[in-house]
């Protein structure tokens, strides 16, 4: 009951704080950037904020999300360049442009397309978004998946047209804005831009997409625009900065109206000198006070803390920068905030964050943060075989089971945070039951050497990486050299399926060599023949074995496998018997009225089954299917 009331509650809550909001009172849009691998998307932000966080990154690829807070006074100084004689932007005054909404707040976002999952995450939050496509490249993979995505959540976004400085000659002048940048170019640096520019028009229109240059945009509605930016010299970013202004407050008020309803999320969890463990959070909606009660989602069951500190970095820092925190009393969204409180060790990332308010039952929200991870659990199809996957936070666990299913890998087990004991314990279950199964993915977690060691002993193997795919990688070759193993020791085991009809008898004992013809099935080197016949009187199936395929010719070619379709005028087989056998002679035991067929058995079937099955075709199913009764195999 307490549950319903407070979801009724909640509802209630949510009608008056949209009743109460006004377009007077808008809070920072959120912004998302997105993009393939390498466009530059966090080397964009870095000229923003003139910081450099980029160069730490894994591969230079973006592995967490970060937010940056840009006020109203830097958006102000940095578009001031807008309004000169020849940026063409035709805003009128500067001092008359009415800035309405109080800053901007963008998340930094994963590029990889294994990061679909984490990215959706980051949309949900996310108000607008810059798509950065690379000018030189044009529309790569993930530029289509991030296009899919936004679509997919009705996302509105604008494109930056990353590295106008890598046209040939393009002669820079730094931190400008665009056109007037382009009108000081030569003539053939902008019938170069021209080009590649309606080269990548024409990409978006087999999107489906109408992209056109920003300051040509006459319906934004039906238009995407495209902003030509060099995350370099700082080219085109003013105009960027100033499209993202004008878009959400002109056209996006109404979404952007402040709400007094708290919509928290949990980015990261990180231990801070002389702070401990805190949590860094983006505050989409509604107030944090210091002192607040707040129920987070953790690693053994919800946190319940009072919060100590609510910190921001410097303006124009990003919230991974180390740098020196600005204290509040309350912040008010939309903002990037550190929380530091006590008990925060356990935390995950990527989940919500509640304020327990006088009315509330603090054990219903309990039970709504952990609804999430409660859910992720109950998503993974938990095989008895499968490997173990261990992330850094909810969202790149959501990220590697999603790539995991989409790469058919099976999952036993999962956690979040660094790798303990008990995760090895729980990996070396599989030692036993699937060796190549006994692994533990980590992405973007620590080990310590102590684990490591453990890991060494109980035949569990440890692959690590800070880029998922790179993960993948090492997985699927290590998966491949067991399987090629396994395959080896197999081989002698399998016997595949073949029925054959003998045409002549070259020699008839010791070894025999015969010219078949395929009827149906594949001959191959150690297959065991036999010929099945029946005593027509008592109606019993006697079994003859002739011994195994030691070789195979066609037109005196020596061959290993010889398909039917390759027969051409018949084949000739060697078979020898094996010692314990007797020798059989063509002519007494059998005769070319005998079909000849493979000698399978329940266990070369099982054996074909468990290790050669992508290597078995439909007909050969069938073949093994009508061969079983006639060998009397159940």
Request: aromatic share 6%; with cysteine.
């Amino acid at each position: 009951m307490k549950k319903a009331e407070m979801a009724a509650k909640k509802a209630q809550r949510m009608v008056e704080a949209k009743a109460a909001a006004s377009k007077d009172d808008l809070r920072s849009p959120i912004c998302c950037i997105l993009g393939h691998v390498d466009t530059g998307k966090t080397k964009l932000l870095d000229k923003i904020r003139q910081t450099n966080v980029q160069e730490g990154e894994a591969g230079g690829i973006t592995q967490q999300i970060g937010a940056t807070y840009f006020p109203v006074d830097a958006i102000r100084t940095k578009t001031a360049v807008m309004f000169k004689e020849g940026a063409g932007a035709k805003l009128g005054k500067h001092e008359d442009f009415d800035y309405k909404i109080p800053g901007l707040l963008v998340i930094d976002t994963p590029g990889h397309e294994s990061f679909t999952n984490l990215r959706s995450r980051g949309s949900s939050l996310c108000n607008i978004a810059i798509l950065v496509v690379d000018i030189m490249h044009g529309l790569e993979p993930q530029t289509l998946e991030s296009i899919r995505l936004l679509r997919d959540r009705k996302t509105p976004f604008i494109v930056a047209l990353n590295k106008i400085d890598r046209l040939f000659d393009w002669k820079a002048t730094p931190d400008n804005a665009f056109r007037d940048s382009l009108a000081k170019q030569k003539t053939s640096v902008q019938r170069e831009f021209e080009t590649r520019t309606q080269k990548v028009i024409t990409e978006f229109a087999e999107q489906g997409l109408n992209a056109v240059l920003y300051y040509d945009n006459k319906n934004f509605a039906r238009n995407v625009s495209l902003v030509p930016t060099s995350a370099i010299t700082g080219e085109g970013v003013p105009d960027m900065i100033m499209l993202l202004v004008r878009l959400t407050q002109e056209r996006m008020s109404d979404r952007l109206m402040y709400l007094s309803e708290l919509e928290c999320t949990v980015l990261e969890v990180k231990v801070i000198e002389g702070l401990g463990t805190t949590i860094d959070v983006v505050l989409s909606n509604g107030v944090l006070r210091e002192g607040d009660r707040i129920v987070v989602c953790g690693l053994n069951g919800p946190i319940v803390t009072q919060v100590r500190a609510l910190l921001t970095p410097q303006p124009l820092r990003e919230l991974r920068v180390k740098s020196a925190y600005v204290h509040h009393k309350e912040i008010k969204a939309a903002m990037g905030v550190k929380i530091s409180a006590p008990e925060l060790e356990k935390a995950i990332a990527g989940s919500h964050l509640l304020v327990v308010g006088p009315d509330d039952d603090e054990e219903v929200l309990k039970e709504e943060v952990m609804g999430e991870l409660t859910s992720l659990v109950n998503s993974v199809d938990k095989t008895e075989r499968g490997v173990c996957v261990q992330a850094s936070t909810l969202g790149s666990l959501e990220a590697l089971l999603d790539f995991l299913k989409s790469s058919k890998i099976p999952v036993s087990g999962i956690g979040i945070g660094p790798v303990h004991k008990k995760d090895i314990m729980r990996a070396s279950t599989m030692v036993e039951k699937a060796k190549e199964f006994a692994v533990l993915l980590c992405f973007d977690v620590t080990i310590d050497r102590e684990v490591e060691k453990l890991a060494e002993d109980m035949g569990v193997r440890i692959f690590k990486a800070d880029i998922i795919y790179h993960l993948f990688d090492a997985f699927t070759a290590y998966t491949a050299e067991i399987t090629e193993a396994k395959r080896r020791d197999a081989a002698p085991q399998a016997v595949w399926p073949c029925r054959l009809r003998i045409l002549r008898a070259f020699a008839k004992r010791d070894p025999i060599i015969l010219g078949v013809d395929i009827i149906d099935g594949t001959l191959r080197v150690g297959t065991p023949l036999c010929v099945v016949k029946k005593d027509p009187q008592t109606g019993k199936t006697d079994i003859i074995d002739l011994g195994k395929i030691t070789s195979l010719e066609i037109n005196h070619k020596t061959m290993d496998v010889i398909k039917k379709s390759q027969q051409g005028a018949g084949v000739a087989v060697k078979i020898e018997h094996a010692a314990y056998q007797t020798s059989k002679l063509f002519g007494r035991h059998f005769d070319e009225n005998d079909e000849v067929i493979s000698h399978i058995t329940r266990a070369s079937i099982d054996v074909l089954k468990s290790t050669f099955k992508a290597d078995v075709t439909t007909e050969e199913w069938v073949l093994i299917k009508n061969l079983k009764p006639r060998l009397g195999i159940p």
